[in-house]
C-alpha cells in the first residue's frame, strides 16, 4: 500500500482536485430535481422610485409561465421583509418603494428557465421616480433625501461606532512634532466570484420538511436563522436541511441570506415541486453585496525622533439601502479596529459612522477579515506619507515603529491582544529577497534621467480566526467551530466539520491534521462538510477561521481519540496506560518497541474487542471556542515602472513574505498567497463600482468591471517566516486572505513612491492609467 | 443619467408640410427607427415598440408617446416614457420649424433623455453615439420622404 500518513507541512495533493480537474464537482446548477421549476427576478431599472402598479396579465399569458410572486403576495405571509446580520431588516421584495437599481421587484416561476427569462421581460412595472442620493456625505447633509421611511429615525444615519481614547489621541496630536492628514477613499468593490449564487429549495409537502441546496459559506447558520424567520409558518429547525454543495468561490459574498434564496423557497412551499434559482453574472454583480466603500480620513502623529506617538481615522461607511454588512453582531465596523496594524502606539482613536444611500446593500469581506483591508490598507498608506515626509526611508521608518518581538502578546491602543509575532524578521527577509538596497539606488539613477520607478512596502498584520465565544457571536450564535471525527473499524476514517470549503481545501488540510494527530494516512480519510443533517454545527468558512477554529476542533477530537486508544491498547498490551508511548501512528510499551499497537489495530479492537467497562468504538466531537484571535502577518515589496506617456503602472517584481503560523500544506498555503495577491492587485489597479448621480451602476458586468487575468498578474514571488501562534493547538494562524489584505497597500505605496519627488502625495485606488496620466500632465512630465 | 442632444437639418419642403407629417403617428412612425409595432390610442398619443440595441444588450422597448402641438406651425414638443431590457427610459423633445425661403422649412431640434437601468450602467459609454446616429437616421427619412 502506497498510502502514508504525512501530516503537517506537507505538500500533500488536494484530494478534491480529482472530481475539479476532471469536472466532475457538482455545483448548485449542476442539480436537476424531477418536475423542478425555474424563478428568474424582474429587478429595478430605477435607483429610488415609488411603485405605482405591477401589471403581471402579459406575463402569466406566456406559455411556461406558472406564477408571478410580489410584495404584496409575500406580505400576506409576514414575508415581504427579512432580517439582516446586523440588526437591520432588508426587503425580500418591495411593498411600494425600490431603494436602489437591480433590486428585486417581482419573481416570475416557470417550467423551464427560458420561460421564466421571458416572463420577467413581459411584466410590466409602473414607477415614479423618487430623489436619489448615491454619496453617503450628501446622505448626511441637512434636507436629504430620507432613504428608508420604514424607519423610525428619519434620517440617513445608521449607526455611530467609535473605540480608543479620543482624549489621550488629542493630546498626543497637539503634542506631536509632525503629523499628516489624508482623506483615503476605498472604492466600493465586488467579490465576483466565478459560480454565481444561487439555490434549489425543494419542500416536501408529505413530510413537511424543506430541503435547500444553496451556495452559503455557512450552512448551519443558515438552517437556523430559516427557522427563526419562517417559524411562524411551520418550518422548524429539525424539519430544514441545508447543503451546501461544491462552492464557485465564496470570499464572503456567499454568507448573506439574497431574496432569491427566500423566493425560492416561498414558491416550493406554494407550489409543492423543487424550485431553482440561479443568478446571471450581472445580477451577481449589481445586486449582490459589495465590499468596502468607506470614506476615511486618517491622521498620523510622531515625535521628533521619529517615533509614531498616535493614529486617529473617521470613517463614513456607505453601507446601500440595508445595513445587510456580514460582521459578527457587536462589530459593526468589522473588525476596523486593527487599523493600528504592525506599530506600537501609545494612543490611537478610531470612529466609523454608518449611512444609508441608494445603491445594493452589503459590506461584506472580499477575502479579509471583517474590514480588515480597510483597515491596513490605510495604515500602511499613511506610514508610507509620514516616512516620506519626514524624510526617512519607508523600510527604515517600518523598523523603528515596528512592535518589537519581546513585547508580544501585545496589547494594542485599540484594545486587541496580537499573539505573536516577528514583523522585523519578515521585512528583513523580503528587503534581502529583493534587493532593496539595490532598488533604491536604481531608483535615484533612474530619477536623474527622467524615469519613474517606484518601491512600496506593506507590513501588515491581519486578524483573523473569530472567534472567542465572549465576543463574538453572529445572531447570538456564538463563533465556536466544530469536528467530528468517526473511525471505522478498518482503520478508515469519516471527519465532519461546520465549516465549509469553496475551494481552500478542506478536504485536504482537514485530514493532514488528523493524519498529523492519529497517524492515519491521509487517503483513508474522507472529509465532509456542508450538510446540516451530517455535520456538527458550526459557523461556517468566511474570515480566515476555518483553520483557527475547526481545524483546531479536529486536533481537539483526534486527541480526544488517541486518549481512548490509549485506553484500548493498554488492554490489548495489557499494559498500563501510564507506560505506553506515543508514536505517531502507534503506541507501545515504553522500553519495548515491538510491543506495539498501530491505530488500525486498536480501531479493530474497538468495535471487535475493547475493554470491559469502556464505551465501544472510536470516535469523537469537539466544539473549539478560541481563546483569542490569530494575527498572520506579512511584508510585502512590490516594485513599479511608471509609462510617463500613457501613465501605466507595470509592475516589475512582487516579494511576499508571509508568516501564518505553522504550515499545514505550504502548496495549498503557496496557492492561496498566490491567489490572495490577484485579489489584491485587482483593486489596486483595476477594480471599482461607481454610480452616476441618478444611481445607475458603472462597473456593473464584466465589460465594465475590470477583473486582472492571468495577462494582467505579475509574477509573484512568495517567501515565509514561521511564527507559531502560542494559544493554536496546532500553531497554525490562518492564511486565506492575507494576501488579499497586504497586497493593495504595496502596489499603492509603489506607485506615489515613484511619484512623490512630483509632489504627488496620494492616488485612490484603483490606480488606473488615466488618474496617472493627469498626474503626470498636471506635474508636467507628461505632455 | 442624463443627455441631451441637438441638431439641424433642412428640408426641401414648406412648413406646412413638414408640420403635418411631424404631427401625423402614421407618417412619422415610418421615419422612427426600428419601430416594430405602432398603436395609435387618441390624437397625438401613440404606443410603439422599438427595437433596441447598445452594445452588447439587444431587445425591444415599449413606449408610450405624447406628440404636443404647442405652436402650429412652429413648435411641437414631443415626450415618451419607455422601458424593457430592465431599463426606463424618459425623453423630452422639441421641435421647431421654421421657413428657410424657396419652400425649404429649417428644423431644429433638441432632446433630453434620461436613461436609467441597464442600458444606462453598461451601454452608458456607447449611449451618446448610439442615440445620435437614430436620431441622423430619423431627419434623413424626413428629408427623404419629404422631398430632400
Known amino acids: 500500500m502506497a498510502t502514508q500518513a504525512h501530516g503537517m507541512g506537507h505538500a500533500v495533493k488536494r484530494k478534491e482536485d480529482a472530481r475539479f480537474i476532471r469536472g466532475k464537482g457538482t455545483y448548485i446548477d449542476d442539480l436537476k430535481l424531477p418536475e423542478m421549476l425555474h424563478l428568474d427576478i424582474v429587478r429595478s431599472p430605477y435607483a429610488h422610485a415609488r411603485i405605482k402598479a405591477i401589471h403581471t396579465a402579459k406575463a402569466l399569458a406566456l406559455p411556461g409561465v406558472l406564477a408571478v410572486i410580489t410584495g404584496a403576495d409575500l406580505d400576506k405571509y409576514g414575508l415581504a421583509w427579512m432580517p439582516t446580520l446586523m440588526s437591520d431588516r432588508q426587503m425580500v421584495l418591495p411593498i411600494d418603494t425600490v431603494l436602489y437599481q437591480a433590486q428585486e421587484v417581482a419573481a416570475v416561476l416557470a417550467a423551464d428557465r427560458y420561460a421564466a427569462a421571458d416572463g420577467v421581460a413581459a411584466v410590466e412595472v409602473e414607477y415614479e421616480p423618487l430623489p436619489v442620493v448615491v454619496d453617503p456625505r450628501k446622505a448626511l447633509e441637512p434636507g436629504a433625501p430620507v432613504i428608508r421611511q420604514d424607519r423610525e429615525k428619519k434620517s440617513n444615519h445608521i449607526w455611530h461606532w467609535e473605540v480608543g481614547d479620543r482624549e489621550a489621541t488629542a493630546r498626543a496630536f497637539r503634542e506631536a512634532a509632525a503629523t499628516v492628514t489624508q482623506d483615503l477613499y476605498i472604492p466600493r468593490i465586488h467579490v465576483s466570484s466565478i459560480e454565481t449564487c444561487g439555490c434549489v429549495a425543494r419542500w416536501d409537502p408529505v413530510e413537511g420538511r424543506l430541503t435547500l441546496w444553496m451556495t452559503t459559506q455557512a450552512p448551519h447558520a443558515i438552517r437556523t436563522v430559516v427557522a427563526l424567520v419562517a417559524g411562524h409558518l411551520g418550518l422548524a429547525e429539525h424539519k430544514i436541511r441545508v447543503i451546501s454543495p461544491d462552492i464557485g468561490g465564496g470570499f464572503g459574498g456567499k454568507v448573506p441570506v439574497y431574496p432569491g434564496y427566500v423566493l425560492a423557497v416561498a414558491a416550493s412551499v406554494l407550489t409543492g415541486k423543487p424550485v431553482k434559482w440561479i443568478e446571471d453574472r450581472m445580477e451577481n454583480i449589481q445586486a449582490d453585496s459589495f465590499a468596502r466603500d468607506y470614506h476615511i480620513t486618517a491622521e498620523l502623529a510622531a515625535d521628533s525622533a521619529g517615533r509614531l506617538t498616535a493614529l486617529r481615522v473617521r470613517t463614513i461607511a456607505d453601507h446601500g439601502a440595508f445595513d445587510a454588512a456580514a460582521n459578527p453582531s457587536k462589530f459593526p465596523a468589522g473588525l476596523f479596529s486593527i487599523c493600528t496594524g504592525s506599530y506600537d502606539f501609545a494612543t490611537a482613536f478610531a470612529e466609523v459612522d454608518g449611512v444609508y444611500t441608494n445603491k445594493p446593500p452589503g459590506g461584506i469581506a472580499y477575502r479579509c477579515s471583517f474590514r480588515v483591508t480597510e483597515a491596513s490598507y490605510t495604515i500602511e498608506r499613511m506610514v508610507d506619507i509620514l516616512a516620506h515626509q519626514l524624510g526617512i526611508d519607508p523600510a527604515e521608518f517600518r523598523m523603528k515603529n515596528f512592535i518589537r518581538p519581546e513585547q508580544f502578546p501585545y496589547r494594542s491602543a485599540l484594545g486587541w491582544t496580537y499573539d505573536s509575532g516577528n514583523y522585523h524578521a519578515a521585512l528583513r527577509k523580503a528587503m534581502d529577497r529583493i534587493g532593496y538596497a539595490e532598488l533604491r539606488r536604481e531608483q535615484a539613477e533612474k530619477r536623474q534621467r527622467g524615469e519613474l520607478m517606484g518601491i512600496g512596502i506593506s507590513s501588515f498584520t491581519e486578524i483573523v480566526g473569530a472567534g472567542p465565544s465572549h465576543t463574538f457571536d453572529i445572531l447570538g450564535l456564538k463563533m465556536f467551530d466544530s469536528a467530528e471525527i468517526r473511525i471505522h473499524p478498518t482503520g478508515k476514517v469519516v471527519a465532519r466539520f461546520g465549516t465549509k470549503s469553496q475551494g481552500q481545501g478542506h478536504e485536504t488540510t482537514y485530514a493532514q491534521i488528523i493524519a498529523h494527530e492519529l497517524g492515519i494516512p491521509e487517503d483513508d480519510i474522507v472529509v465532509e462538510e456542508g450538510d446540516t443533517d451530517t455535520a456538527p454545527y458550526g459557523l461556517g468558512t468566511y474570515a480566515s477561521r476555518s483553520t483557527p477554529t475547526a481545524g483546531a476542533a479536529g486536533a481537539v477530537a483526534a486527541r480526544k481519540i488517541r486518549e481512548k486508544a490509549r485506553q484500548i491498547a493498554a488492554h490489548l498490551l495489557e499494559a498500563s496506560e501510564a507506560d505506553l508511548e506515543w508514536e505517531r501512528g502507534k503506541f507501545y510499551v515504553r522500553g519495548s518497541p515491538d510491543r506495539a499497537k498501530t491505530i488500525q489495530e486498536i480501531a479493530f479492537a474497538a468495535y471487535t474487542n475493547h475493554p470491559q467497562g469502556l464505551e465501544a468504538g472510536l470516535e469523537a466531537v469537539a466544539y473549539y471556542d478560541p481563546p483569542n484571535l490569530t494575527f498572520p502577518f506579512g511584508s510585502y515589496i512590490c516594485v513599479v515602472d511608471i509609462d510617463r506617456s500613457t501613465g501605466e503602472v507595470k509592475i516589475r517584481r512582487f516579494v511576499a513574505v508571509d508568516d501564518c503560523g505553522n504550515i499545514i500544506n505550504p502548496m495549498i498555503v503557496e496557492g492561496q498567497i498566490h491567489g490572495g495577491l490577484t485579489m489584491g492587485l485587482a483593486p489596486a489597479l483595476y477594480e471599482e463600482i461607481t454610480y452616476d448621480e441618478d444611481g445607475n451602476i458603472r462597473g456593473g458586468s464584466f465589460m465594465d468591471y475590470l477583473l486582472p487575468t492571468a495577462m494582467e498578474t505579475p509574477r509573484w514571488e512568495t517567501d515565509k517566516t514561521t511564527t507559531p501562534s502560542p494559544h493554536h493547538p496546532l500553531g497554525a494562524k490562518g492564511v486565506g486572505e492575507s494576501a488579499t489584505v497586504g497586497a493593495p497597500a504595496a502596489i499603492a505605496n509603489a506607485v506615489v513612491d515613484a511619484l512623490w519627488h512630483l509632489g504627488v502625495r496620494h492616488i485612490d485606488i484603483p490606480i488606473t492609467p488615466w488618474k496617472v496620466w493627469k498626474v503626470l500632465r498636471e506635474t508636467g512630465v507628461s505632455g | ?148
Open chain 2, 1 to 148: 443619467m442624463g443627455l441631451h442632444f441637438q441638431g439641424q437639418v433642412t428640408i426641401g419642403a414648406p412648413r406646412e408640410k413638414v408640420w403635418a407629417f411631424l404631427v401625423d403617428p402614421h407618417a412619422i412612425s415610418r421615419c422612427l427607427p426600428d419601430v416594430q409595432h405602432l398603436e395609435v390610442q387618441e390624437e397625438g398619443k401613440f404606443k410603439a415598440v422599438v427595437r433596441v440595441g447598445v452594445g452588447f444588450i439587444k431587445g425591444t422597448f415599449a413606449f408610450d408617446v405624447t406628440m404636443s402641438a404647442l405652436e402650429p406651425p412652429a413648435r411641437a414638443v414631443l415626450s415618451g416614457r419607455g422601458g424593457g431590457l430592465g431599463s426606463a427610459v424618459d425623453v423630452r423633445s422639441t421641435v421647431d420649424l421654421r421657413p428657410d425661403g424657396d419652400g425649404a422649412t429649417r428644423l431644429e431640434w433638441q432632446a433630453d433623455v434620461v436613461v436609467s437601468g441597464t442600458i444606462a450602467s453598461v451601454g452608458a459609454r456607447v449611449l451618446g453615439a448610439t442615440v445620435e446616429k437614430k436620431a441622423g437616421e430619423l431627419f434623413e427619412c424626413l428629408k427623404a420622404q419629404l422631398g430632400g
